[in-house]
């Protein structure tokens, strides 16, 4: 019976350092961590070899949040990541059994969550850590300045570069990735609007990490904002595809968002009306119905205005998807207090438009195209208790020096050049004119001297 017995044993023992390396083999790698700093959020991206099984769970005194990644190696530093400037510490791990354990040690509380993320065209797995600062590092509702000149507020457009951090957007020809195309345009136009006098802009974000769609409306929101203005561009499976577009709300995604509101209103911080806002959470319901309905349809009209205005700017030097503004239920559009637009800058999956849109110079004639529809809008028709419409309610100078001026029955554009001091030909080029015919009402951009 021994001999049996010996061969069962060895037989046995096999099986056990077979089972063991298969085990060992199919234990996942994390091969590759990645952080993405925001103002007010952490993100780490650990790279998978396939996807894990994970937990999440925090532990004080002191504060550490800690990540149970199930038959799983780490194959990657976590030394050198650019964390200085974060809540986290340090990172430490150990093995636990056929798993890993990965610590955060902290420097602030944070609110953390983790999930998991699908390959993509550029990335495999991957397990997503996002460190929120919470209320130490909320956005306050900001104080809007004002021109010295007047004491009336500045006018405030909320540019949103699309994208960012983990999620690059569409890449293109060569490797050009939208989050990076957007982010210059969006740093251009804010440049443009800065410079003149009675306007500010602000970015939802300043660098290369990611923001929520819902997170930027709110960044919106608190920051008193006058227009959002978010830019992206467009990708399509077929190369052929291009042209630039300009999408404001359907009324479809309105409707959506308003029941929205409704529905969370008693448990919500959000207001209506930008600035000087509305609470909803005192209100009934047919009130803050009419109220929610009043500003939406005001927010949508002026959104109309706007964005027909730039779209008819990039139409006179790129090719537009469609001849008219364009409608969907894109989430960052649904503010329904302050008017917003999307902007698809062009196909970035089509070579040409492409090749276009990673150049600073076509990044800047985007810009312009975009700025001066947003200045033309609200010289038109400037927000209330703003130093614009002060300016032009008194015809006082505004922006850079210029002033506004209403042409009136008999007037000419020679006329009006010669006596305000100006050339005809810097008269013509300050409000885009290609000839010398003007209308009776119409507002002209008048030079400084």
Not at 65 to 87: C, F, H, M, R, W
Not at 157 to 173: L, Q, R, Y
Not at 286 to 301: E, P
């Amino acid at each position: 019976m021994w001999g049996p017995m010996k061969t069962f044993g060895q037989l046995l023992g096999a099986a056990l350092l077979c089972l063991t390396a298969m085990t060992l083999q199919a234990a996942e790698e994390i091969r590759n961590v990645r952080a993405w700093l925001a103002p007010d959020n952490t993100r780490l991206v650990f790279d998978l070899s396939g996807p894990v099984e994970h937990k999440l769970f925090t532990l004080s005194n002191p504060d550490r949040v800690v990540i149970d990644v199930e038959q799983a190696q780490l194959k990657a530093s976590l030394t050198n990541l650019g964390l200085d400037k974060s809540p986290v510490g340090e990172i430490r791990h150990s093995t636990r059994g056929d798993g890993l354990r990965i610590v955060l040690d902290l420097k602030q509380k944070v609110r953390p969550k983790s999930f998991d993320l699908k390959p993509n065209e550029q990335y495999g797995h991957r397990l997503v850590v996002d460190l929120d600062m919470g209320e130490q590092a909320m956005v306050t509702k900001t104080v809007v300045p004002v021109p010295g000149v007047s004491g009336k507020r500045d006018i405030v457009v909320m540019i949103d570069a699309g994208h960012g951090g983990e999620d690059p957007g569409a890449i293109g020809p060569g490797g050009v990735r939208e989050k990076d195309v957007v982010l210059a345009i969006a740093k251009k136009i804010k440049q443009l609007i800065d410079a003149r006098t009675g306007y500010r802009a602000v970015l939802t974000r300043t660098g290369d990490y990611y923001i929520s769609l819902r997170g930027r409306t709110t960044k919106a929101r608190q920051g008193n904002a006058d227009l959002f203005v978010s830019i992206h561009a467009d990708a399509f499976k077929d190369a052929r595809a291009r042209g630039a577009s300009v999408w404001v709300l359907s009324g479809r995604g309105a409707s959506s968002e308003m029941g929205r509101w409704l529905a969370r209103r008693e448990n919500s911080a959000d207001l209506i009306g930008g600035v000087g806002s509305l609470s909803l959470d005192d209100k009934d319901d047919v009130l803050a119905s009419v109220l929610l309905d009043m500003s939406m349809n005001a927010s949508r009209k002026d959104s109309h205005q706007v964005a027909s205005r730039i779209h008819g700017n990039m139409d006179s030097f790129a090719h537009m998807h469609k001849k008219h503004v364009e409608q969907a239920g894109f989430v960052v559009l649904k503010s329904p207090d302050i008017p917003s637009i999307l902007v698809e800058t062009g196909f970035i999956s089509n070579p040409g438009e492409a090749r276009k849109l990673r150049t600073s110079s076509y990044q800047r004639q985007m810009a312009e195209a975009v700025y001066r529809g947003i200045i033309d809008h609200f010289q038109e028709k400037p927000p209330a208790a703003t130093y614009i419409a002060w300016a032009k309610q008194s015809g006082n100078m505004v922006a850079g020096g210029e002033k506004m001026y209403r042409v009136v029955s008999g007037d000419t554009l020679s006329v009006i050049a010669q006596r305000n001091g100006v050339s005809l030909q810097v008269l013509r080029r300050a409000n885009k004119l290609n000839g010398d015919r003007i209308r009776v009402g119409q507002m002209l951009r008048i030079p400084a001297g």
